[in-house]
Each structure stands twice: as C-alpha cells, then as structure tokens.
C-alpha cells in the first residue's frame, strides 16, 4: 500500500515563507504526476499546483503563480511546495497527491495525504 506524508505546515505571518514535503513510502508505484491541492476554511477543495513525474514538468494555479513552486526528488520519492510571499488567503490544509494525467482535477488522483495545516497571519 502507498502512502504519502505531508510536513512542514505551520503558522506563518504574511510575507513569510513555508515549505512543505510530500514522501511517498509503501511499494513502489508508477504515476504521472504528483501534485498539491488546498481547503480553506469553509471552502471547496481547490488545485494549487502539480509536476509531472517524468520530466519535472509543472502547473501552477493563476493564484499562486511567481510565489509558490514545486519541486521534486525522483531519487527519495518526494515531492516539496516552496511558498514565498505568503498571503491570508493562503490559508487552508494543503494536501498532497499522486495520479493524474489530468492535473488540475482532484478526481484525476489516487492516492493523498493526510493533509497539513498553513495559516497565514495578516
């Protein structure tokens, strides 16, 4: 069985930075891409950004575009969300996820985690 484990979440102040890591543990598995989504508070599930496994390459949601960029360790089976200039409304539990080929849609994935908590402080 997958799993993935989100760390790195954590109360922020606006301005700051945080960056988050998504380790894929179990056996091994093939996937098109691995990708990030948030809940805010009171809010649907929406697409931040994803990277395509195989050639790194990435899609970012126009809210995040120029802040946030992902990355990824083929070698350690991890992917990670660098978040810079961090705004209030950036405030939600990020989750990571594994499917894909269509990115942008959270239906598209199979396997998430558990989710972790940013907040944002104005």
């Known amino acids: 069985q997958v799993q993935l484990v989100e760390s790195g979440g954590g109360l922020v102040q606006a301005g700051g930075s945080l960056r988050l890591s998504c380790a894929a543990s179990?056996?091994?598995?093939?996937?098109?891409?691995m990708g990030w989504f948030r809940q805010p508070p009171g809010k649907e599930r929406e697409f931040v950004t994803a990277i395509r496994w195989s050639d790194g390459g990435t899609w970012y949601a126009d809210s995040v575009k120029g802040r946030f960029t992902i990355s990824r360790d083929n070698a350690k089976n991890t992917q990670y969300l660098q978040m810079n200039s961090l705004k209030p409304e950036d405030t939600a539990v990020y989750y990571c996820?594994?499917?894909?080929?269509?990115?942008?849609?959270?239906?598209?994935?199979?396997?998430w985690g558990q989710g972790t908590q940013v907040t944002v402080s104005s």
């Open positions: 179990g056996r091994t598995f093939s996937k098109y891409a």
């Open positions: 996820a594994a499917g894909g080929p269509r990115v942008v849609y959270a239906e598209n994935y199979n396997v």
